[in-house]
């Protein structure tokens, strides 16, 4: 874990100047962890994507144009991908009060799109995702940081703005949930 923050603060230190090749291996090192954790959230390959996409821009502006000082560039990558799929559900909930034509193609395109991504992914994922889609957001979110991401406590707290209590006793919730709805599933 220490190599990791050592690689990530000698990497930032390289993208603050602006380093093109460091930000290749931002990318590189993040891509994966960073679509993976919007997937889960969004469930479109397609939405998974450009979010993913727009994070990445938003934390080379961020690091390049801020003044302030990053602790942890894992954590404040994922704190973006998060914002940003809060307000992609923030856009899809105001896109909500269209014609009653459009809500059904839509619906119908989202189902279309989800059956396709459950094709795309393993079968072992597909069912870790079953579990995750009857969680509420916050128990997925801590599963997908922790197990998925290999988050540790500290940097859950910093990216949910939490304490470290609280996200231990969330995540002890989330698991006892996700036992539930897989012992109900298997049955």
Known sequence: MKTSNITDKLLLLKLKKKDPDAFAQLYDLYLTPIYRFIYFKVSTRQDAEDLTSEAFLKIWQYITESEEEIENLRALLYRIARNLVIDFYRQKARAAFVRDEEVLE?????????????IDVEIGLNGIQKVLRQMKDEYREVIVLRFIDELSISEMAKILNKSKGSIRVLLHRALKVAKKISNQNGK
């Open 106 to 118: 839509n619906i119908a395109d989202e189902k279309q799109q989800n059956l396709l991504s459950q």
